[in-house]
């Protein structure tokens, strides 16, 4: 049976600097570099969980021309040239002046289940974690056990920012849209997608778990992010 306390010691440990991370986000907003700038002036706003590594596996093929994501190093730098250039206009989201927004949404609840397959897969290598792991992990666990927890309205904000917002179910739809001022590289494979062995759905968890992440993301519910 997993004991939860190895992964808050893991965790408090700071071995992955996740914790560090995790601090850092809530302490300053702008040291949360989550928005990739596209040439056609599209700012997509990133959400652990939410399609991440896929949209920035697309950022690095259509402007690296390489297989290559866009870290947060490489985000924070290009933001820093957009600032200097007096493109980006005021507020915690780094949105450039004018451009086109887009967002993608995921229900709470299919999000809380990946962040927790995730978090057990590369801090303990558990790839294919039983029912009990999870739930023994989503039933003591909260936004300060790893960022991957905080809302989506912590990264994300509220609707009327955006232009745009896709469900992660219709992600296919957003990166059409993307590539579409990019003809001539054709059409993107993503190398990148961070897929769990775990089978686990939503279904599987107890109706108490369920109901207690309900709660939790009720400010998620509550700004239409399902």
Same mark, same amino acid.
């Given at each position: 049976? +997993?004991? +939860?306390?190895?992964?808050?010691?893991?965790?408090?440990?700071?071995?992955?600097?996740?914790?560090?991370?995790?601090?850092e986000?809530?302490?300053?907003?702008?040291?949360?570099?989550?928005?990739?700038?596209?040439?056609?002036?599209?700012?997509?706003? +990133?959400?652990?969980?939410?399609?991440?590594?896929?949209?920035?596996?697309?950022?690095?093929?259509?402007?690296?021309?390489?297989?290559?994501?866009?870290?947060?190093?490489?985000?924070?730098?290009?933001?820093?040239e957009?600032?200097?250039?007096?493109?980006?206009?005021?507020?915690?989201?780094?949105?450039?002046?004018?451009?086109?927004?887009v967002?993608?949404?995921?229900?709470?609840?299919e999000?809380?289940?990946?962040?927790?397959?995730?978090? +057990?897969?590369?801090?303990l290598?558990i790839?294919?974690?039983?029912v009990?792991?999870?739930?023994?992990?989503?039933?003591?666990?909260?936004?300060?056990?790893?960022?991957?927890?905080?809302?989506?309205?912590?990264?994300?904000?509220?609707?009327?920012?955006?232009?745009?917002?896709?469900?992660?179910?219709?992600l296919?739809?957003?990166?059409?849209?993307?590539?579409?001022?990019?003809?001539?590289l054709?059409?993107?494979?993503?190398k990148?997608?961070?897929?769990?062995?775990?089978?686990?759905?939503?279904?599987?968890?107890?109706?108490s778990?369920?109901?207690?992440?309900?709660?939790?993301?009720?400010?998620?519910?509550?700004?239409?992010?399902?």
């Amino acid at each position: 049976m +997993l004991i +939860l306390s190895n992964i808050i010691d893991l965790l408090n440990k700071d071995n992955t600097g996740e914790k560090q991370k995790a601090l850092e986000v809530f302490s300053d907003p702008f040291k949360r570099y989550r928005t990739l700038y596209f040439d056609n002036n599209i700012d997509l706003r +990133l959400c652990p969980k939410n399609g991440n590594q896929t949209l920035q596996y697309i950022w690095g093929q259509l402007h690296l021309n390489k297989d290559s994501r866009c870290n947060t190093a490489l985000r924070k730098e290009l933001y820093e040239e957009l600032l200097q250039q007096n493109k980006i206009e005021e507020g915690e989201f780094l949105f450039r002046k004018g451009s086109y927004r887009v967002a993608v949404k995921r229900d709470p609840v299919e999000r809380v289940l990946s962040s927790a397959k995730y978090i +057990l897969r590369t801090r303990l290598n558990i790839k294919n974690p039983s029912v009990d792991m999870i739930e023994e992990l989503l039933n003591d666990a909260d936004f300060e056990t790893d960022f991957h927890f905080l809302p989506q309205t912590f990264w994300m904000g509220t609707q009327n920012l955006y232009n745009e917002i896709y469900s992660i179910r219709k992600l296919d739809n957003l990166v059409d849209f993307i590539e579409k001022d990019y003809p001539w590289l054709g059409k993107i494979k993503d190398k990148n997608k961070n897929i769990s062995e775990s089978k686990i759905k939503v279904k599987d968890l107890s109706n108490s778990t369920i109901r207690r992440w309900i709660n939790i993301y009720m400010i998620d519910y509550d700004n239409g992010w399902y």
